[in-house]
């Protein structure tokens, strides 16, 4: 009796989910953000969040919370750190647990984004963040880089067909730097993940720029993983 009287007495915490949302949007890498409408910050830049329901798991609460913000479902989405710092909120103790997502910003929900007054804004052109969210930011920026990097980026970021320029773009916002075109396009190749179509982009080049697009998640190349240092990214 004494041991659950004690395991009882225990203090309580609050749990949360704070999802960074990356989306991809004329050539820049960009992060949903909203102002916080309540204290304490509020008024501030804020990572979109949510409290953890009693039925729920912390997958389920992500998503819920997504899908209410952007209307989407089955996204990407993927745990990366538990930030549980007894004084990252003051007042009350709440430990977060980060989400990363991709989404397609072209297939958001507006109207739930403005509702919420939320903007994508460029992650080279953050402002300041409540709390410890600019390091959530900065941990879910290394696990894209790292996921880019031995698997190929875009499935979840670009329109079905792209151009191997705008699949170039992506890379270097996501790495935030250069990325040769010869060597890219040939890595990129090497892979056999991608497949070309017969319909050309003209707004790139007088000749035309052929569309590809990511092979079938059945085909056994489809989600190739780069071997560890071959990728080149």
């Known amino acids: 009796m004494s041991e659950q009287v004690s395991f009882y007495s225990h203090a309580k915490h609050l749990l949360a989910v704070d999802c960074v949302i990356f989306g991809y949007e004329q050539g820049e890498l960009k992060l949903l953000l909203y102002r916080r409408t309540f204290d304490p910050q509020k008024g501030n830049w ?16 992500a998503g819920r919370v997504l899908k209410q913000i952007t209307g989407l479902t ?27 997502a ?29 709390f410890d969210h600019h390091e959530m930011v900065d941990r879910a920026l290394a696990f894209l880089q790292n996921r880019a990097a031995h698997e190929l980026a ?5 329109p079905e067909r792209f151009t191997f320029i705008q699949l170039r773009n992506l890379y270097e916002a996501i790495f935030q730097r250069a990325f040769d075109p010869g060597n890219f396009r040939k890595k990129v190749l090497s892979l056999n993940a991608i497949e070309r179509t017969n319909v050309k982009n003209k707004t790139e080049s007088k000749r035309g720029a052929y569309y590809y697009r990511f092979k079938k998640k059945s085909d056994p190349n489809g989600d190739r993983i780069f071997k560890a240092g071959a990728a080149g990214f």
């Open 102 to 130: 991709l989404i397609r910003i072209d297939q958001q929900n507006q109207e739930s984004l403005e509702k919420l007054g939320a903007q994508w804004l460029s992650v080279t052109k953050l402002p300041e963040l409540i």
């Open 74 to 100: 089955n996204i990407f989405l993927q745990q990366v750190f538990t930030f549980s710092q007894p004084d990252r909120e003051p007042n009350v103790r709440v430990l977060s647990a980060a989400f990363v």
């Open 46 to 61: 804020s990572l979109i969040g949510g409290f953890l329901n009693e039925d729920e798991s912390l997958e389920d609460a």
């Open 154 to 158: 875009g499935r979840e970021l670009l």
